[in-house]
Every structure is written in C-alpha cells, then in structure tokens.
C-alpha cells in the first residue's frame, strides 16, 4: 500500500462555533478503498507555551484548572496566537499576561508540534525563555484563574520523568529542552 496516497475531501460544511475553535465537517474520500467518510477539523490558530528559567534555575509554571479533564495542572505558561501575531511575540505576551514573567533576552525557538493532527489543523509553538525576572502582574483574560510556581529545574525534570506532568504540550516542550543543547545552560 502507498502511505503517500492523496486522501481528496470531497466537500466541507461548516460545523458550530466552540468558542477556542470553529468546527467544520469534511468529507474525505479514503484513496485505499474509495468509500468518503465524514470528519470534524477544528481550526483554531496555532499556540505556544514558553519554558521559562530564573537565574537560579528556577522554572515558571503555572497551575490551572482544565476543563476536559475536570482537574488541575501544572503546567508551562501559553496561550494562543492572536491573529497577525508572529509565534514569538505570542509567546512573550503569554508569558507575561498569565505570569508576570519577562525576559531581557530573546527567546529561542525549541520548534513545534502538532496540537492534534488527529482533528486539528494547528500547531503548538515552544519557546525556551532565559533569565525572566517578575516585572508585571498577572494579566487574566475573564475565564483565566491561574497560580503562578516557581520550580527548581532539577525538581521539575524529576516531576516530569516520572509522568507528574500531564499537559502534552507542556510534555513535549520538556522533552525538546531536556534532549537540546540549551539544557543546563
């Protein structure tokens, strides 16, 4: 079988609005045995989430609650793209509206990952930010309530290794940190 097969989408119809994201059904013809099925595609823009170290190695982190899985997290700060916003300076927003956190230094692009390619057509930013120091106050957006932690990094890492850490994308930031030549520096 040819994994490279076109899958053709035959048409698309709009779905409801869900407020992060707007729904839209296509229909996608399977080009193995040609019978069209019906899918949801949730369109939403791209996000990012920001490790972000103190100059004494100290992470930002912040706990909230999630909704899907009735519980709260720990996780990296992050957001969505605004709309004609590059990812870095959604990720410099993020980072200071949901922390208070800035940095003097540029921040470095850890790269990206899919948010969900099973549904989603958006990805998820990561950004490593060095030397941040608490400059503002938190600025929540209405449904935001969210408790800013600061971490040992060796203590996160521990955490993090062990699958106390839940958030996927908060996940796969870690692994590109930990397994990149910014780690430890």
């Known amino acids: 079988m040819d994994n490279n097969q076109i899958w053709f989408i035959?048409?698309?119809?709009?779905?409801?609005?869900?407020?992060?994201?707007?729904?839209?059904?296509?229909?996608?013809?399977?080009?193995?045995?040609?019978?069209?099925?019906?899918?949801?595609?949730?369109?939403?823009?791209?996000?990012?989430?920001?490790?972000?170290?103190?100059?004494?190695?100290?992470?930002?982190?912040?706990?909230?609650?999630?909704?899907?899985?009735?519980?709260?997290?720990?996780e990296l700060p992050g957001g969505l793209v605004d709309q004609d916003e590059s990812p870095i300076k959604a990720a410099v927003r993020e980072l200071e509206e949901e922390t208070g956190f800035t940095s003097s230094e540029k921040l470095v692009c850890l790269g990206k990952i899919g948010q969900n390619p099973v549904f989603m057509e958006s990805y998820v930013h990561h950004f490593l930010a060095l030397d941040v120091r608490l400059t503002k106050q938190q600025m929540l957006d209405a449904g935001e309530s969210i408790d800013?932690?600061?971490?040992?990094?060796?203590?996160?890492?521990?955490?993090?290794?062990k699958g106390e850490i839940e958030h996927p994308h908060s996940v796969n930031a870690l692994l590109r940190y930990f397994n990149s030549s910014n780690y430890g520096k």
């Open 10 to 74: 035959e048409k698309s119809e709009p779905g409801p609005d869900l407020k992060l994201f707007e729904a839209r059904f296509d229909f996608i013809k399977n080009p193995r045995n040609g019978i069209t099925e019906k899918k949801v595609i949730l369109s939403g823009g791209n996000a990012v989430n920001v490790i972000a170290l103190t100059s004494t190695n100290e992470i930002v982190l912040v706990r909230q609650y999630r909704f899907g899985t009735s519980s709260y997290t720990l």
């Open 148 to 161: 800013v932690i600061l971490m040992p990094l060796e203590e996160l890492k521990l955490r993090w290794q």
